[in-house]
């Protein structure tokens, strides 16, 4: 069966830099004008089938939202393949984006700067299906289907005459969560959609997509640095460090039995009310290396307690380790290394 998501070797760079003076340097009698690249996403690859909930984790910084943005063609990937029920869509220009746009939707992170502050609620959660439908659509049938989305995520006829900053966060989300579902998708990618809001406020809306995935069979992509939440909603689980994937295996046994260092580091720094923790601790020193000159070999060689010399010379690739687990450590190939 097509994956809903297929994901090839992404990759994703950004040249950065001050004014031309700041850039321009001589060298053998040549004014030079070099880009410094940020290496954002590098070799990134994990499917999402129809129904599932792939949710991608790691510290700040590792690239975890570029690669939802990029797969939503917020960004134009610098190279790999992003297929949408089999169809590469990362070489696609704007128009013909839009009918793919029908099939992914997105829900941010901030519910507030994702709502236009000028436009009524009804005109937010109606603004995508007029889009898709060239302002073809009855607009009868538009107000009628806008009130039955907005009842599907607990809201009501009158919330939808009022403008944003009338809402609270968590109401503000739902409203984003009912304007994602305008066009009928197949696909959410949520980018850290509760970590804005209350404790009490985020299990509410993390039901909500729970219903919402099991009533129309919705895949997610979910973004997320908190790994109790990751529990509660994830099948799947990817793990990023500086921009690549370092393992990918299924909720449960990620959580049971993680296989790189990192991964392990991740579940060590969680809160836990339990007295002892199902996986040995493994504490990190110093800082995560620049993405404008990643390390050679390893991208975790610079952090990891068990690191030597192979892991400087070559970078690992993900290998199979166990039923749909694939890790990205030298240590699968030589365990007696692994003292903990």
Excluded at 137 to 154: H, I, N, Q
Excluded at 215 to 239: K, M, N, P, T, W
Aim: charge should be neutral; proline fraction near 6%.
């Amino acid at each position: 069966m097509t994956p809903m998501l297929d994901v090839r070797s992404l990759e994703q760079e950004f040249a950065i830099g001050g004014g031309l003076f700041d850039r321009l340097r001589f060298e053998r009698g040549r004014v030079l004008a070099p880009r410094k690249i940020v290496h954002a996403v590098n070799g990134v690859s994990f499917t999402i089938n129809r129904g599932e909930v792939l949710a991608l984790v790691g510290e700040s910084g590792c690239g975890k939202s570029t690669v939802a943005k990029t797969i939503a063609r917020i960004y134009r990937p610098t190279s790999g393949e992003i297929r949408i029920d089999g169809k590469d869509v990362a070489i696609l220009g704007h128009r013909e984006m839009l009918p793919v746009r029908a099939r992914m939707q997105m829900i941010f992170q901030d519910p507030f700067a994702s709502l236009n502050p000028r436009q009524k609620v009804r005109d937010i959660v109606a603004e995508p299906l007029l889009e898709q439908t060239a302002g073809r659509a009855a607009r009868a049938e538009v107000t009628d289907r806008t009130l039955a989305l907005l009842a599907r995520v607990g809201l009501n006829a009158e919330h939808a005459g009022r403008y944003p900053h009338q809402f609270s966060g968590g109401q503000r989300q739902r409203i984003g969560i009912a304007r994602a579902l305008s066009v009928n998708p197949a696909l959410i990618i949520a980018d850290e959609p509760v970590s804005a809001l209350d404790v009490s406020i985020q299990a509410q809306i993390l039901n909500l997509m729970m219903d919402l995935k099991d009533e129309l069979g919705l895949a997610y992509l979910f973004i997320s640095h908190d790994l109790s939440v990751v529990h509660h909603i994830a099948d799947r689980v990817g793990v990023m460090y500086l921009g690549f994937m370092v393992e990918n295996a299924p909720r449960d046994a990620l959580f049971a039995t993680p296989r790189h260092p990192y991964t392990r580091a991740l579940l060590s720094a969680a809160p836990t009310i339990r007295e002892k923790r199902d996986v040995a601790e493994i504490e990190l020193s110093g800082e995560v290396p620049s993405a404008l000159n990643l390390p050679s070999g390893c991208c975790f060689r610079t952090r990891c307690p068990f690191a030597w010399g192979r892991c400087t010379a070559e970078r690992p690739t993900l290998q199979a380790v166990g039923d749909d687990h694939t890790v990205a450590c030298h240590l699968i190939d030589e365990p007696e290394r692994d003292r903990t």
